[in-house]
């Protein structure tokens, strides 16, 4: 009995935090805009008894995920947010790692402030951050004043208001999600497993390639994941500093939702995302299980 | 454990004995009062108040259409007014309760009657125009001394626009206003609801699309205080405040405000009260305060929009009562037009083609 009340707790937030939402958002997404409060239509009405539910159950449909295939804006936007969020979390990574095995490598004492320096920004607010960014890549901000200073260029390069800004706000934010796990990672390397390569007749370089990479593996995967997901749903980073050109799916939600009023639309294309974000995980996890397997 | 346990508690002694007093939750546009005002009604009523603030109406209508907002007293624009009252978000008020509704201006509320049938529900706050602001020195600089600065082909016509583009262009990133403004300039009704007559401002604003620097909402004040921008398509007040913080710091730069010759779109921020709200009798109170000709006129004089109150015209500065761009000349008052709330479904054909102005798809 103990055992179980233990298990169930996980599995009771798991219900009321991630299915329960869910399963609203579903149920909205099936309905029909109306003007009334709250906005959409039918509402169950638990009063009529079984005939309400009935009722309400019949009034629901599919019309909305219909019409997200009738715009080709929808799929435009799912597949410009994959791209941005793919090309993002490769940067992430880029700038990721070195930092990360930089700080495996440095001496144990320096090690707590190293990742005290990693996780300081959060102290600070998200929106603060991204914020000032704005007034760095602006034309007349901090990053064209150094340049145009030093002589390097003589226009103010153009980057707030561009997908590169995009870029630079979703790498700054996430960039520790990525460092943390590949940190953890490497910090459990055995070292004696370098020596041995090299003992072997590994160059470094290579000895890098076929034990510490292989065996950071797990790291990478859950920083990817971690920078991967918010950054495919963002909204904030792309109002704040891309332009009216950025294309990305949390503003088409974002529209639908506050501009058209219209909840269960804005509902599917979150259904949609979801299932866009869930189902390449799922079968990823699936293929690993399996190498595990055949690997015993 | 025990000392912060022991100030929680009192904290929520606080909250609960606050509750108990009276207090009124109100819910308005940023930077629209004279916050002297909201101490002088704590001081005269005894009610507390609570000042929240929004920057969107649609921030505003997704808390009324979800319900349960907690206001008392919000204060929606005209269109956004009217399909709220149809969807039963306001309660109708109580006129044996505000004695100062005898100081509203005919002018105003015979129009804003369009949105909310009677008045029945709503006071007007504030109203105001949508037009353009410019940099004066740069325009002319850009377009020589006969540039068309009250006109809508100053910002519509793509020859004028290539020669501004080089010194910034910001539009509002509002579709309810902007296309109903190049649909004025091409001589359409600019109040149309049939998707074909929207569709003729596409054509009209992809033209010009290239030289628009940014789509924004309220960055253009700034922007043209300091200079960054020489022409915005803004909202009345929001120009004149820009003016103001170019003249304080004495940057050299000059900025004027013109409605459209060929007609520009006046709106109406109007004060009511949620159906759902939890101290309707304080809200009454706030509205009777508001209305007060002295209190309107301070606000005023503060924001520098015109408001729907003829008693408090009186106590109007000059610089408020005697601006033209604030209070427009009964000619000028003539070529305003007014707009109506788009149904769904053309609301949707409306953001839709905003959307692909803007991204371009």
Request: a negative charge; aromatic letters at 10%; proline letters at 5%.
């Amino acid at each position: 009995m103990k055992r179980f009340a233990l298990i169930s707790i996980p599995y009771f937030w798991l219900l009321a935090l991630f299915l329960v939402p869910f399963l609203i958002v579903l149920k909205i997404s099936l309905s029909d805009t109306e003007l009334s409060i709250p906005p959409y239509t039918p509402q169950l009405d638990l009063a009529q008894g079984w005939a309400g539910v009935k009722e309400w159950w019949a009034a629901l449909d599919m019309e909305n995920f219909v019409w997200l295939t009738e715009d080709d804006l929808y799929w435009k936007a799912y597949l410009s947010s994959l791209k941005i969020a793919i090309t993002s979390t490769i940067l992430t990574l880029i700038v990721g790692y070195p930092i990360a095995y930089g700080m495996t490598r440095a001496p144990d004492e320096w090690r707590p402030t190293l990742m005290m320096l990693v996780i300081l920004p959060f102290w600070t607010s998200f929106l603060i951050r991204v914020y000032s960014w704005k007034s760095i890549l602006s034309n007349e901000g901090l990053l064209n004043q150094l340049l145009m200073n030093l002589g390097l260029i003589s226009d103010p390069l153009v980057i707030l208001n561009t997908n590169t800004a995009v870029y630079i706000g979703i790498v700054y934010t996430y960039l520790p999600f990525m460092v943390l796990p590949i940190y953890s990672a490497l910090e459990r390397l055995d070292e004696s497993l370098l020596e041995a390569a090299e003992d072997l007749g590994c160059s470094r370089i290579t000895a890098f390639w076929l034990v510490t990479m292989p065996l950071s593996k797990q790291g990478i995967i859950a920083g990817s994941f971690l920078v991967f997901i918010p950054a495919m749903g963002e909204y904030v980073i792309p109002a704040l500093l891309g332009g009216s050109q950025t294309l990305m799916i949390g503003k088409v939600l974002f529209e639908e939702f506050f501009a058209n009023r219209d909840w269960p639309v804005a509902s599917a294309v979150a259904v949609v995302l979801l299932l866009i974000l869930i189902i390449p995980i799922v079968l990823f996890q699936k293929n690993e299980e399996k190498q595990r397997e055949a690997g015993k | 454990m025990k000392t912060t346990m022991f100030k929680l508690g009192t904290a929520l002694a606080l909250i609960a004995s606050a509750a108990s007093a009276e207090e009124v939750r109100v819910y308005n546009w940023s930077d629209y009062i004279d916050e002297a005002l909201l101490e002088k009604f704590e001081a005269e009523t005894g009610i507390d108040l609570i000042y929240d603030v929004f920057d969107s109406n649609e921030v505003l209508e997704t808390k009324m259409l979800a319900g349960g907002s907690g206001y008392d007293v919000v204060v929606p624009s005209g269109t956004f007014l009217q399909r709220q009252i149809v969807a039963g978000a306001f309660q109708p008020l109580d006129l044996s309760k505000l004695s100062n509704h005898g100081n509203m201006w005919d002018v105003i509320s015979t129009r804003t009657a369009a949105y909310d049938p009677g008045n029945a529900y709503s006071i007007n706050y504030m109203w105001g125009t949508t037009g353009i602001g410019i940099n004066v020195g740069k325009v002319k600089e850009a377009l020589g001394d006969d540039a068309p600065v009250d006109s809508l082909s100053l910002v519509f016509d793509p020859a004028n626009m290539e020669k501004l583009a080089g010194c910034g262009v910001h539009f509002l990133d509002a579709p309810a206003e902007i296309i109903p403004a190049a649909l004025a300039y091409i001589g359409e009704n600019p109040d149309s609801h049939d998707p074909d007559v929207i569709a003729k401002a596409e054509p009209i604003l992809t033209a010009v699309r290239p030289y628009v620097q940014k789509f924004h909402s309220s960055e253009y004040i700034n922007a043209l205080a300091n200079g960054d921008i020489c022409v915005a398509i803004g909202w009345s007040g929001d120009v004149l405040q820009a003016r103001d913080r170019a003249d304080e710091a004495e940057n050299g730069v000059e900025v004027a405000y013109n409605a459209a010759k060929e007609g520009s779109l006046m709106w109406f921020d109007q004060m009511a009260i949620p159906a759902d709200a939890p101290n309707p009798e304080a809200a009454h109170t706030f509205l009777n305060f508001i209305m007060d000709e002295n209190n309107m006129a301070a606000a005023s004089n503060y924001v520098y929009y015109a408001n729907g109150n003829e008693a408090s015209q009186k106590h109007l500065e000059e610089d408020v009562i005697g601006d033209p761009a604030i209070y427009p000349t009964p000619e000028a008052l003539k070529t305003l037009y007014t707009t109506s709330p788009y149904p769904a479904k053309v609301q949707r054909v409306v953001t839709r083609l905003w959307t692909k102005i803007k991204s371009g798809t």
